[in-house]
Each structure stands twice: as C-alpha cells, then as structure tokens.
C-alpha cells in the first residue's frame, strides 16, 4: 500500500472528457507510474464517479521553475528522491453526469479561493479515433465548447468586478489513442473541434437572438469567443479571453516495444510547465 510524501500537494489538474477517451486508464497509468510497487489493475469500465489520485511528476521532466536548470544541477537528482506530486480529478465522461460531476468540479475549482483545491491546469481527453464518427465529434465538441464557456466566463468576469486577475486555467486537449492506425493526428483533431465547436456556437447565437428578439441583451457573454460570431472559431480566438488551448497527441496505451507510460510523456511535459 502506497503512502503519499508528508506535505499533501496543492496542485491540482482536471480531467474531462467524452466517456472512453481514456481518462480512467490514464490516471491508472500514472499512479501505477508513480508507485511501480502497487499492482493496480489496468483494467477500466466506465466511470460514475469522481476520483482523486495524488501522483507524481517524472523526475526527468521539468517543470516551468526547474527548465533552466542543466541535467548535472544536483538538485534534479534530489527530484527523484523528493519528486514533484500533483493531483489529478478523473471524472465520469458520460453524456448524463456531465453537468452534475465534471461541469459543476470546474465550477468548484476554478472558482475556489483556497490553494489546496485551486485548479492548476485542465485536461480534456479525447478519443483520436473515435472522432472520425459524426455522432461522437458532436459529442465531444459539445461537451468542449460548455467547458471552454465556463472558463471564459469566468475570466470575462473577472475583469469587472475585482482589481486582482486571478490565475489563468490553461487547457490541453489530450489527443489520446494515436496508437490506433485509424486515429486522426492531433492537428486535424484540432481543425475538427474547432470547425464542430463553430457550428455549435453559431447556432447558439442565432438561438439567442431568436429569443431576445431584437432587445440584443445577455447574448454575448454566452458566446463563445467574445464578440462577433461571424468569423470561423478558433482556439486561438480564446486567448483574447486569457485561455490557452494547446493540442497534443499521446497514447495510453502505448506500443509494448516502448518504454512504460512513454506514450503520455508529452502531455506530463504540459503538466510540468502548469508546475
Ligand atoms: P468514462 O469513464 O466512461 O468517462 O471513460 P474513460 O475516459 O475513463 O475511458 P477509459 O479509461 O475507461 O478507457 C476506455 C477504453 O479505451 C478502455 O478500453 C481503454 O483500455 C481504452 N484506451 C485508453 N487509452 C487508450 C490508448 O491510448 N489506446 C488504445 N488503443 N486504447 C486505449
Ligand atoms: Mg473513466
């Protein structure tokens, strides 16, 4: 059994995502990453509810106060005996519990003013293969675009009512299963979201002027993207709002030829860079 390191960590990730994205396999990795001894098992079902891990950080990997630092600094080789731990929410990706447990944990934590609950970083996984299919792109853009919404809300109310701005939530969107050959590469997963999250919103948009008539009012902060809907919608297009979208590819499920859990490598490279 397992024992977490003295001081509880206070950096905690996100995780959501459309159901068989990976999450629950993900997170299984990375405790079994950061205690090789348990034998958990890596089987996974479907989730129904929230669970919390504290894992750790690859030694090797750096983190955004370590990058300057050279391979020799003896305090890296301090790391692997002291590694950096973070926690990591996995949440259940089914369509009904998404308003009551992912949606409503981002809410609790990007709202939170206490550092040990703080949210420092958001993972949104999806299933590179699965989005090829219509019914599941809707799915998972949809599920994307009402996250990003709460995010810019709440960034977009930050600016008016206090003088202090609070800590920007970046995003990665976990590109996962890209060991599958019929997988899309995490650009045109990009492209696909971005051009799916577009339709969603223009039609929201057209949704809400119906409803308001020509009074025009509370329409656009319930846009996404801040003003005009009439360009294309980008990532890019939030950062004028202070959200970063980066998308980066990986596999939990990695070739068997490679080393163990390299497959998330990069995507615990952005975790770093959020510590
Ligand atoms: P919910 O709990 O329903 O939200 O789903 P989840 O996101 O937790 O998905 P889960 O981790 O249960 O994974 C779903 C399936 O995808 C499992 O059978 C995993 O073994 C499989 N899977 C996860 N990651 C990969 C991967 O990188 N490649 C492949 N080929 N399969 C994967
Ligand atoms: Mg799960």
New binding site residues.
């Given amino acids: 059994f397992y024992r977490a390191a003295a001081s509880p960590p206070s950096s905690n990730f996100l995780l959501l995502?459309?159901?068989?994205?990976?999450?629950?396999?993900?997170?299984?990795l990375l405790e079994a990453k950061s205690s090789p001894a348990s034998k958990k098992s890596?089987l996974?079902?479907?989730?129904q509810a929230s669970t919390l891990v504290s894992v750790s950080l690859p030694p090797t990997v750096p983190t955004a106060s370590n990058r300057y630092r050279s391979v020799n600094d003896p305090s890296l080789k301090d790391a692997s005996r002291n590694p950096i731990r973070y926690c990591l929410k996995?949440?259940?990706?089914?369509g009904k519990l998404r308003t009551s447990q992912g949606i409503s944990e981002l809410q609790s934590m990007s709202s939170s003013k206490d550092v040990k609950t703080k949210i420092r970083g958001l993972l949104f996984?999806v299933?590179t293969?699965a989005l090829v299919d219509e019914a599941c792109l809707r799915d998972a853009a949809s599920y994307l675009h009402d996250v990003l919404l709460v995010l810019q809300k709440r960034s977009m109310g930050k600016g008016k009512s206090s003088t202090k701005r609070e800590a920007e939530i970046p995003v990665l969107i976990a590109a996962?299963?890209?060991?599958?050959f019929t997988s899309l590469p995490p650009g045109s997963v990009r492209e696909k979201l971005e051009a799916e999250i577009d339709r969603i919103r223009k039609s929201k948009t057209k949704g809400l002027m119906d409803a308001s008539m020509d009074t025009g009012l509370e329409t656009e902060e319930d846009v996404l993207g801040d003003d005009d809907a009439q360009g294309v919608f980008t990532f890019k297009l939030l950062e004028q709002v202070g959200i970063k979208v980066d998308v980066v590819g990986?596999?939990?499920?990695?070739d068997p030829q490679e080393e163990f859990g390299s497959?998330v490598r990069r995507w615990e490279e952005w975790i770093g860079m959020c510590l």
């Fill in positions: 995502g459309p159901s068989g994205a990976g999450k629950t396999a993900f997170t299984t890596q996974t079902h479907t989730s996995d949440t259940p990706g089914h996984m299933d293969a996962n299963k890209q060991d599958l990986g596999a939990v499920k990695g497959g």
